[in-house]
Structures are given as structure tokens and as C-alpha cells.
């Protein structure tokens, strides 16, 4: 073996070694409240509109030509014109449920919020008539543009396994070149999207966002291939995702994280037993370990745990107690990036609640 590939093997191994410890290293879960990204406090009366669609393109082709060497064939498309009625509709219903599911607002739902803007004897008292149901503010979304391409990628000619090959007599090559092609055929969906949450009292708005996705999906072309997958799905996933972001930015959101435990070598028995019982999830068992342990013999390890332990059975003022504790005793910049982290997670968690409470 000569020295560059030595030294990468070197490389590998170490990786893999690094790999498999934080693999296998102990965690626990430590959860916070994150406040929404707009303060809408004074506006928990939310009515919710229907999404509208406001640019569809007409999309005149139904199916797509695949043309290589002498062969050519054609698929239907996966598009279907009613995708962007549908995929709106959808998304309607399911930001109503992600929103009714936070317990945060008190809803006021589409069909209800709809019959008021869309009727035209009301005019521009719509939002008056809004108002009247107690509505401070309503949210709206529509999409702007959507747009798709299906495109066939010819590739060239598959190498597979000769029939004439055999190990006793290799005369013929192992791999020789087939009679097909590699094709494959791309599904491109492009939308563009966005919300506003609109004060009824001012007109004003108080929280917005434009979204743009584009999502792919690639698709094996063979020759008695009739239809290609429908696309719906794909524009409904660009929808999603830019919804769940809705949601986060207008809610307080629970989030939950996993943080690693330190190892130690010193065999502490007590150090151990609290490993094994956290682990095991036995948290109030593996703090006691990680406690006695550290007020025994002021071992780092123990008391650095101990303060996660705390922090992850929702006692984070103990935990920062005892992490500064920790950190007193060894100046050490993990346990000062913990108490920093733990103290932006009780800011958070306390402007949430705030948030919940007003």
C-alpha cells in the first residue's frame, strides 16, 4: 500500500471511529418553547379565507415525445389542469387544522370567512360584517404563479452482465454494452405563494411571507410506459412545507432537542449507574447518581450531567444553578455554552408564554 492511500485509509478509519461514537453516545431530550415570529397578541380572533389562485398558466400539452436513435414514443403527461384548484383547497384545510390544533387563536373558519367576503351584497362592509363576528384580524393566501416541465434526459447505453461470460473461460468480456438506453424523464413543479394576516381595525399588515419552491421528481422511462406519476402531490409538497412555516412563525411552537451526555473513564460507580439509568431514560435516577457523584467527588462529567438531567425533567433554574456550579469549579467553555444556551431557552420559553397568556 503506498502512502497517499495509507494516509486516506488512515482518514476512513478515524472517521469511522468518530462516527460510531457519537452514534452511540447517551442523550437526553430537552424541550423549550420557541415564541411566534410575529407578536400577534391583540389579534387572536383570526379569521381564516380560503387561498385563492391568482395565475395558472393554460398548460396546452398533454403528453410528452421521447425521441432517441430510431425510437420514439410518447406519455401523458402527469399534469392535470384542476391541480391548482385542488392543491389550494388543500391547503385551505389543512392550515385551519394546524392553526385549530395550536389552541393559540380562536378561529373563524374558511367557509364561514369566505361567505362573508365573497358575498357582494355586503360590498365593502365585508370586513365590517367580519368585525361584527368579533374578527381582529383575517389571513389570506393565494397562490401567485405555477408553472411545470416534464422533459425526458437521454443517457447512454446501459453496460450489463454478458450472457457469453464465464469464469472457466473468460475469452468474452464481463460487461458489455446493452441495445437500451438509459432514460429517464424529469418532473419539474414551480410555485409561488403567500400569506398576510391583515388587522380588520387599520388594514395594516402585521405578518407576511412570500414562498417559492421547486420540487423534482425523476421517473424510469420505459417503452410501455403509458402515463407519467400524476403531479399534484409534488405542488401540494411545496405548499406543505411553506404552510408548517406559517404556522411556526404566527404560534409559539413546542420544540424538543437532544443533547449529549459526557463520558468519563475514572469507573465512578455512581457515574456509571447514572449513564445506565439515563440511557434507560430513568431520569430521576440518573440525576441522583450524576448528583451524588458530583457532590462525592466534584467530578466534571457528573456534574455537567446532572445539570442536563435537571434541565430535561423541566427543572431549568436548578439546571443553571448547577451547571454555573460547574462551571465555577472548572472554567471550562462547554459548560459556559451551556448555561448560555439554557438561559436563551428560558427567554424564549418565558416571552412564549407571554405570548399564550395575553
Known sequence: MNIYK???????????????????STTVSVSYMQPAKYDLTQYKKLAVASMQVVDAQPFSDSYITIRYDNFEGTVFSGYDRRIASNISQDFTEQIYTDLYKTAYFDL???????????????????IEKLKDLGAQAILVSEIDFIDYQEYPIIGDYKMIINPEYATDDPTEPQYIESIEREVKITQQASIKFNYKVIAIDTGEIIAS????????????YKENLISLDPMEPLFYKGLIQGEKQIVSD?????????????????????????????????????????DAAWNSSKLYAAGYNSALVLEARGEREEAIERMTEVYNNYKDTDSYDQITRM???????????????N
Request: proline share 2%.
Open 108 to 126: 373563524i373558519k374558511p367557509v364561514i370567512t369566505d361567505g362573508y367576503i365573497n358575498n357582494y351584497k355586503y360590498g365593502l362592509k365585508s
Open 250 to 290: 404566527l404560534t409559539p411552537q413546542f420544540i424538543s432537542t437532544s443533547i449529549s451526555l459526557k463520558t468519563d473513564k475514572s469507573k465512578n460507580a455512581y457515574f456509571n449507574a447514572g449513564i445506565e439509568a439515563a440511557k434507560k431514560s430513568k431520569l430521576k435516577v440518573a440525576y441522583d447518581n450524576f
Open 343 to 357: 438561559k436563551q431557552y428560558k427567554n424564549k420559553t418565558n416571552a412564549a408564554q407571554t405570548q399564550i397568556n
Open 209 to 220: 411571507q412570500s414562498f417559492t419552491k421547486t420540487l423534482t421528481n425523476e421517473i424510469e
Open 6 to 24: 495509507k494516509a486516506i485509509s488512515t482518514t476512513l478509519t478515524v472517521l469511522s471511529s468518530l462516527v460510531v461514537l457519537i452514534s452511540c
